[in-house]
């Protein structure tokens, strides 16, 4: 099982910037993909951005050239750079892993941090 403790959100004004923070811990083979999700009021959650263990990114039209993702692959831990950030970017914004738990022919399965609130003030 993976245990995913998130950190960073808070109440910035518009073009502002703020960092997330995801450390995954638990007893587990592997981690996959990663990556960062959001939910605002009255709205689907989204992908924002998702890493793949060996780079690959992905990105939401809505944020590309303005956050970056990372992840650091011995501390089992995943970013979001937020920059330039608008008033429409206020949400709660999870952290997701996939992870085979097991072994190398384990069973896979998503894990979701608690949540940060992220606030844009015009």
């Known amino acids: 099982q993976v245990q995913l403790v998130e950190s960073g959100g808070g109440l910035v004004q518009a073009g502002g910037s703020l960092r997330l923070s995801c450390a995954a811990s638990g007893t587990f083979f592997r981690i996959n993909d990663m990556g960062w999700y959001r939910q605002a009021p009255g709205k689907q959650r989204e992908l924002v951005a998702i890493?793949?263990?060996?780079?690959?990114?992905n990105y939401a039209d809505s944020v590309k050239g303005r956050f970056t993702i990372s992840r650091d692959n011995a501390k089992n831990t995943v970013y979001l750079q937020m920059n330039s950030l608008k008033p429409e970017d206020t949400a709660v914004y999870y952290c997701?892993?996939?992870?085979?738990?097991?072994?190398?022919?384990?069973?896979?399965?998503?894990?979701w941090g608690q949540g940060s609130q992220v606030t844009v003030s015009s």
């Open positions: 997701n892993c996939n992870a085979r738990i097991r072994s190398s022919s384990g069973s896979t399965n998503d894990y």
């Open positions: 890493i793949s263990r060996g780079g690959r990114i």
